[in-house]
C-alpha cells in the first residue's frame, strides 16, 4: 500500500506495520519510542499533581498566603481551560508538535516561577503558567494518539496514560514529603522541570515525523484555515467565568453573588458554544461522550477530595494512612483502563462504561458510611478500589470514543471539548459540593478522640450523596453513546 508524502497531504506517514504473523502493539517497534515518550509525559504530569498536593500546603504557610490557598488551584485550572481550547485549534490548523513543545516548556516555567517565588501571588502567578501549558499538552497529546496510531491500537495507548499514574500517585507524595521535610518545599517545584528532557528528547522527534502538519479534511485545500477568533475569545470567557464562580462558592457572603452571577453570565454562553450541540442534553453520539467524561470525572474527584478530611477528622486517622486508603486506587484504575483496551471487548464497550459508572455511584455512596464507628475505616480503601476500577473503564473509553467520531480535522478541537467537560465540571461539582459542606457545619465540629477541628457527619453526607446520584445520572449518559447513523 502506498503511503502519501506528509508534504502532499498535510498528513504524516503512517509507519509500516508489523511483519504477518505478528500482532503490532504499541510497544512495537514503529511505535516503541514514540509510546515511551508520550507516556513519560503523562508520568511528568502524574508527578506533579502528586508531589505539588503534598508541597502546597507548606508553601502556603511559608509565604504568609493561606488565606490564598485555593488561589494556587483555581489559577492553574482557569488558564488550564483556555490552553485546552488554543491547543485544539493550534493541533488542527498546525499539527500537535508546536503546542506540545509549548506547553511543556510553559508547564516547566511555571514550576520554576512558583519554586522561586517570594510572595503568595508570584506564587500563584507560576501556577497559573503551569496550568497553560497543562492545557496546551493533554490536548495535543490527544491528537498526536489519534494520529499516529491506528484504530485498534489506541485502547492500548489510553491504558498506558492511566497506568502511568500508578508510580508517581504511590511514590510522589512520599517523595514530595521527604523533599519538603529535609530540603524544603521549593526544591519539590525547581526538581520537576528537570524530568522534562526524558519526555522530550523521546517524543518530540516521533511526533516531528509521523504527527506534525495540519490535517486538511475534504474541500479544504491549500494552506490550512486560520485560527476561529470567536472560539478563542468564548475560551477566555469560560476560564474567567469558572474562576469567578469558583471564588463566589467559596465566599459565601452576599456580596459574592455579584462575582456569581457574571461568572455564570459568561459561562453559560462560552459553554455552549464550545461544547458539541446537544451536549447539555445528552444528544447521542459525540454529545454524549464529552458530556459522559465531564459527569463521570467532575462527581469521583469531588467527592475523592473530601475522603481525607473526612478520615482524619470523623475516624481520627493521620493524614499519611488516610492519603494511603485511596492509594490502591491507581492500580485498579489502570487495571480497568487494561480492560477497556481489549480487542475481544470492544463489541462490549457502552456496556463496560455503563458498569463503570455505577462502580463509581456505589463507591462514592459507600464512602460515608464510614461516618458510623461500627463500620471499619478501611471500608473506604475497598469502595475506592472499585470506584477506580470503574473509572479506568469509563476515562480511557470516552478517549477511545471521541477519537474514533471525529474527523482527523476535527480531533483537536474535539479532544478541547472533551478535556473542557472534564475540567469545567470538576470546578462546578467542587464548588457546590465545597457550599454544601460550608453550609452544613464544615470545620466547625471538634473531634473528640483527637481533639482536632472536624466537622459535623451531616456536612459530608451533603458532599458524597449527591456525587452518587451525579454518578448515576452518568450511568444513564452512557447507554447514549452509540449514534444510531
Not at 512495537?28 to 508520550?38: D, E
Not at 463521570?296 to 481520627?316: D, H, K, N, W, Y
Not at 477506580?388 to 471539548?417: D, H, Q, R, W, Y
Not at 472533551?418 to 471538634?446: K, P, W
Amino acid at each position: 500500500m502506498t503511503v502519501s508524502e506528509p508534504r502532499d497531504t498535510g498528513v504524516a506517514a503512517v509507519p509500516p506495520a508489523a511483519p504477518p504473523g505478528k500482532p503490532e502493539t504499541v510497544l512495537s517497534r514503529a511505535h516503541r519510542a514514540l509510546s515511551i515518550g508520550i507516556v513519560s509525559v503523562i508520568v511528568l504530569i502524574a508527578f506533579e499533581a502528586t508531589a505539588v498536593g503534598t508541597a502546597m500546603p507548606v508553601a502556603a504557610r511559608e509565604l504568609d498566603g493561606v488565606s490564598l490557598y485555593a488561589f494556587a488551584f483555581s489559577g492553574y485550572f482557569t488558564t488550564s481551560l483556555f490552553g485546552m481550547v488554543l491547543s485544539g485549534q493550534w493541533s488542527d490548523r498546525r499539527g500537535p508538535l508546536a503546542p506540545l513543545t509549548w506547553g511543556i516548556g510553559s508547564f516547566a516555567a511555571g514550576l520554576l516561577v512558583s519554586g522561586t517565588a517570594g510572595t503568595m501571588w508570584l506564587f500563584i502567578l507560576g501556577r497559573a503558567v503551569q496550568g497553560f501549558g497543562g492545557g496546551l499538552v493533554i490536548v495535543a497529546l490527544y491528537v498526536v494518539v489519534g494520529r499516529a496510531y491506528p484504530e485498534r491500537l489506541r485502547p492500548a495507548i489510553m491504558a498506558g496514560f492511566a497506568a502511568g499514574w500508578i508510580v508517581p500517585s504511590i511514590v510522589g507524595p512520599l517523595a514530595s514529603g521527604a523533599v519538603t521535610e529535609h530540603l524544603g518545599w521549593r526544591w519539590v517545584f525547581v526538581g520537576i522541570p528537570v524530568l522534562v528532557v526524558l519526555p522530550l528528547a523521546l517524543a518530540l522527534p516521533q511526533i516531528r515525523d509521523r504527527a506534525s502538519g495540519p490535517v486538511r479534511g475534504p474541500g479544504a485545500p491549500g494552506e490550512p484555515a486560520s485560527f476561529d477568533r470567536r472560539r478563542i475569545r468564548l475560551a477566555l470567557a469560560i476560564s474567567l467565568g469558572a474562576g469567578l464562580l469558583q471564588y463566589a462558592a467559596q465566599d459565601l457572603r452576599w456580596t459574592s453573588l455579584l462575582p456569581g452571577a457574571a461568572g455564570a453570565a459568561l459561562l453559560v454562553p462560552a459553554v455552549l458554544g464550545l461544547l458539541p450541540r446537544g451536549t447539555c442534553r445528552a444528544a447521542r453520539g459525540l454529545p454524549s461522550v464529552v458530556l459522559l467524561r465531564g459527569v463521570a470525572a467532575g462527581s469521583f474527584i469531588a467527592a475523592e477530595s473530601f475522603v481525607p478530611l473526612m478520615l482524619v477528622t470523623q475516624r481520627g486517622l493521620s493524614p499519611t494512612l488516610a492519603g494511603f486508603s485511596l492509594a490502591a486506587g491507581g492500580l485498579t484504575w489502570a487495571g480497568g483502563s487494561w480492560v477497556q483496551s481489549r480487542a475481544r471487548l470492544e463489541p462490549y464497550r457502552e456496556r463496560l462504561m455503563t458498569l463503570g459508572m455505577v462502580l463509581v455511584a456505589a463507591a462514592v455512596a459507600t464512602a460515608p458510611s464510614v461516618l458510623i464507628d461500627a463500620v471499619p475505616a478501611w471500608t473506604v480503601a475497598v469502595a475506592w478500589a472499585f470506584g477506580c476500577f470503574g473509572m479506568g473503564l469509563v476515562i480511557s473509553s470516552t478517549s477511545v470514543l471521541l477519537l474514533k467520531l471525529s474527523a482527523p480535522e476535527e480531533a483537536g478541537t474535539n479532544s478541547a471539548a472533551l478535556q473542557i467537560s472534564d475540567g469545567l465540571c470538576n470546578v462546578l461539582l467542587l464548588a457546590a459540593g465545597g457550599a454544601a459542606f460550608a453550609a452544613l457545619g464544615g470545620g466547625t465540629v471538634t473531634h473528640t478522640a483527637t481533639g482536632t477541628t472536624g466537622s459535623h457527619p451531616a456536612a459530608f453526607a451533603a458532599v458524597f450523596l449527591p456525587m452518587a446520584a451525579v454518578a448515576l445520572l452518568g450511568a444513564w449518559v452512557a447507554t447514549r453513546l452509540r449514534d444510531p447513523r
